[in-house]
């Protein structure tokens, strides 16, 4: 899947085939070559990370929980894992990449 296959109804869509649980996991998707424009650790231990990352001219906000220490690894492009969220923050919401895994792109 592209970022910008994301934009749109894409978030809409998906939540018809909610409700999500054991019996039907949440979906995951991957989008290869992705360019991180910005990066930065988040969390009281700086644990986590914010990160901004873009393809084609389509940018995404992203966290990804538990991956402070891998600040560093967080090089252009890499390829991501994620699922679709909505973030509700402070009366605001809005859709982020909740990233699962990252590797760097072949």
């Not at 910008?4 to 894409?10: E, F, P």
């Not at 389509?58 to 090089?75: C, K, P, Y």
Request: glycine share 10%; net charge positive.
């Amino acid at each position: 899947m592209t970022l910008k296959d994301l934009a749109g109804s894409a978030f809409r869509d998906l939540q018809r085939l909610a409700s999500f649980g054991q019996a039907n996991p949440q979906p995951v998707f991957v989008t290869r070559k992705v360019k991180v424009v910005g990066c930065r650790t988040m969390g009281s231990d700086g644990g986590h990370l914010r990160l901004k990352l873009e393809q084609n001219g389509m940018v995404w906000d992203s966290v990804a929980f538990g991956f402070g220490a891998h600040q560093a690894e967080m090089s252009d492009p890499i390829d991501i894992v994620y699922n679709l969220e909505l973030d509700q923050w402070n009366g605001k919401s809005t859709l982020r990449l909740n990233l699962i895994d990252f590797a760097k792109a072949k």
